[in-house]
């Protein structure tokens, strides 16, 4: 409810038409705070003196002068039985009388004694916050620099009219964050597309990890986790600037404040600031410290680790009953190989596949299909279906492994024990299920894709195996690597269209024909062809057009030179057409394949700068032979380039280098994951074609040329 009578409100009868005036103290002999103090009295003498109560009310329930909370236009309004937008045009006289006792320090009221000084000193403050807030920042940061300047400790109703005469919104993220400024200089949709990556950043530094990330990991988790949309590496870094709960660390990365974390996270993070094991009282002892020092309540030591004991998670390790540490620090630096191995090691047995896979995830993290494409490796070997063991072991004698060899011997028996060619599907599967002492489901995978048997369905409607007799001619189809995926009619056409296309003079072909040829590909109707063709525009991965007043399809091209000006800055002409070429991949059905061209032409342009600089002599380095130029491996060469201080931030090329391995090595990618590429797709491209400007840079530093 409004108040209409208050202490200060009896008094105005007696002041009002009389001679105004300060307090008789002089401003010097004041603070920051005092001053501010007895300024909400003189606008409450000027206001009622010069435009009235109503005017005065309407300013106090506005900035709380002296009311305790803030009220509206229509609230107001209701309270003096006017409508609200009556009450806003008495506001903004309100404002306009403001500015000009602010900033043209004119009261505007005959026989006033208004000290100029004090006036000029408000005027300062309100300068000075409009210097703080020109560009988005914290609240407190304004806080910061009035106390600097003014000696003004804490927050005064008049900085609420500042604000609004600056052009200024607060806004809070989410509970628990400072608040951010920003001016109308900011658009709603900017400022809000901030706010958003604050949170991002808020709950992954905080709740999701307490470990330190550089800038390029951070962005990668976040986009990772579809916390925040369209986000560039420029929103990120005034995220983090704007963000109250993190930091930045010695060491150029970002980590969450050890206030902001909760228990958990702050006991991984002082195991990870001791770098060693320790026990259950060592950590309760450090953790007190830093509670005391940030003067928080300390819990007591069995409470604590009674609310916890159930939150410990897989990023700890016990040790005996009394001790912590992080289960990174095991085997964190070790290879996938490497722990394979050192699992069937520990086992002494043959495992399965998914079994090898639990034990790798446990100790660092792992791709899906990365454990089956590994036993690949002539390290391991297959002693039975999806057992696996070392290259070493050997077979006790009569073991099948269940190769698609012996599977197409034991079913050519099978059929040869029945004499007939033709057997009930669940017949055949049952008898190698009982064979090979695996399930149903095993069972299917091994015949699905081996020729000595055909599947038909019979007017019954069951499966019936139909014996191949030329079955050894097609037994080399049956090995196929693993992750390897049967294409969909969308995406046999989709990347017949654009292969097609891009063969195609101004990679465009008329309507017709390209649908013409589709069809003699696929042998599918002309409408099944359109309809596809259609989904394909809105992927905008092609666009329709018209020569002529004829239809033509082409290849939308979504990023251009000008999206990324650092390719204008590459020296050579080859590395220039390569990323260029590379752009044209850049839309969300073939990012994976335009991030691989990028991919290699980074690769290419560290080669080619180690190798020149190697030879000059400029930098040194024992891993890369140049006799053995095209063993160099990409992690080596960054690992040389850091060693030379050619890069700063080794985490960004880590990530580069992966990035670049998994498009390399990884079997297709599903759609989930190319959407996931595509949301970040121009953060992605950007770090790769800077880190290409830069090493051609270098190169052409050091023999000038131009030409790679």
């Known amino acids: 409810m409004l108040k209409t009578k208050t202490p200060q409100n009896e008094k105005t009868t007696e002041t009002r038409n009389a001679s105004i005036c300060l307090p008789e103290e002089n401003i010097q002999n004041l603070s920051g705070d005092q001053i501010l103090d007895q300024t909400s009295i003189l606008f409450r003498q000027l206001l009622e003196n010069k435009r009235g109560d109503r005017a005065w009310m309407v300013f106090d329930q506005r900035f709380q002068f002296f009311s305790k909370e803030q009220h509206t236009f229509d609230e107001i309004g209701e309270y003096f039985k006017v409508t609200g937008q009556m009450i806003h045009l008495i506001h903004k006289d309100n404002l306009k009388y403001a500015t000009k006792l602010i900033i043209e320090r004119k009261t505007g009221i005959k026989g006033t004694t208004v000290k100029q000084e004090w006036i000029t000193f408000i005027g300062n403050v309100h300068r000075v916050i409009g210097e703080a807030t020109s560009t988005p920042c914290l609240e407190k940061t304004v806080l910061a620099r009035l106390a600097k300047e003014f000696g003004i400790t804490r927050f005064h109703p008049f900085m609420n009219l500042s604000y609004e005469l600056n052009g200024v919104r607060k806004i ?416 969300p059905a073939e990012i994976d394949k335009g991030l691989f061209e990028l991919g290699k032409a980074f690769e290419h342009a560290v080669k080619c700068y180690l190798e020149k600089a190697i030879k000059k002599g400029t930098i040194t380095c024992s891993g890369l032979s140049l006799n053995k130029i095209d063993d160099w491996n990409l992690a080596t060469m960054v690992d040389c380039a850091w060693t030379n201080h050619l890069i700063t931030d080794k985490g960004t090329f880590q990530f580069l280098k992966q990035e670049r391995n998994d498009r390399a090595h990884g079997a297709r990618i599903s759609q989930e994951e190319l959407d996931l590429y595509w949301t970040g797709a121009e953060n992605f491209a950007g770090m790769f074609i800077q880190a290409i400007q830069l090493f051609d840079r270098l190169l052409f530093e050091v023999d000038g040329s131009e030409t790679v």
Request: aromatic share 8%; net charge positive.
């Open 172 to 587: 809070e993220p989410t509970s628990g964050l400072d608040r951010v400024c920003f001016t109308k200089s900011i658009s709603k949709v900017d400022a809000d597309r901030i706010i958003h990556a604050i949170v991002a950043v808020d709950r992954i530094l905080t709740r999701e990890t307490s470990l330190p990330l550089s800038d390029m990991e951070l962005l990668s988790q976040i986009l990772k986790a579809r916390l925040a949309k369209s986000l560039t590496a420029s929103t990120l870094l005034d995220a983090v600037r704007l963000c109250s709960s993190v930091e930045i660390t010695a060491g150029e990365k970002i980590w969450g404040k050890f206030t902001s974390l909760s228990r958990v996270n702050q006991i991984e993070r002082i195991l990870f600031e001791e770098g060693k094991p320790l026990q259950k009282n060592e950590i309760y002892k450090r953790l007190a410290q830093r509670l005391v020092q940030s003067g928080e309540n300390v819990p007591g030591q069995r409470s604590l680790f009674n609310q916890i004991s159930g939150m410990m998670d897989s990023r700890f390790q016990a040790i005996g009953k009394w001790g912590w540490k992080l289960a990174i620090w095991e085997d964190e630096t070790r290879s996938i190989i490497e722990l394979m191995v050192r699992c069937l090691q520990e086992a002494g047995s043959p495992l399965s596949s998914s079994e090898i896979e639990a034990y790798v995830a446990e100790r660092r993290s792992v791709g899906k299909h990365s454990v089956q494409t590994y036993l690949t490796h002539p390290g391991f070997k297959k002693m039975g279906v999806d057992r696996w063991g070392l290259r070493d072991w050997k077979l006790p004698e009569g073991t099948r492994t269940w190769s698609p060899e012996e599977v197409a011997e034991f079913v050519a028996s099978f059929y040869k024990r029945r004499k007939t060619d033709q057997v009930p599907y669940t017949d055949l599967r049952d008898a190698v299920a009982q064979e090979a002492r695996i399930t149903n489901r095993q069972v299917n995978g091994l015949l699905r894709i081996n020729p000595v048997i055909k599947i038909q369905i019979n007017d019954a409607e069951k499966r019936i195996a139909i014996f191949q007799a030329d079955y050894s001619e097609n037994l080399h189809l049956a090995h196929r690597p693993f992750g390897k995926r049967q294409e969909t009619l969308e995406q046999k056409l989709q990347d017949e269209t654009i292969s097609y296309l891009r063969r195609c003079p101004g990679r465009q072909a008329a309507l017709n024909d390209l649908i013409q040829r589709l069809t003699q590909k696929t042998g599918k109707p002309y409408r099944t062809i359109f309809t596809y063709l259609g989904r394909m525009g809105k992927k905008d991965l092609i666009e329709k057009t018209y020569l002529s007043r004829v239809p033509y399809i082409r290849v939308k091209m979504i990023f251009s030179i000008n999206s990324f000006p650092a390719i204008e800055k590459i020296h050579s002409k080859d590395l220039r057409d390569w990323a260029i070429a590379a752009l044209t991949y850049l839309n």
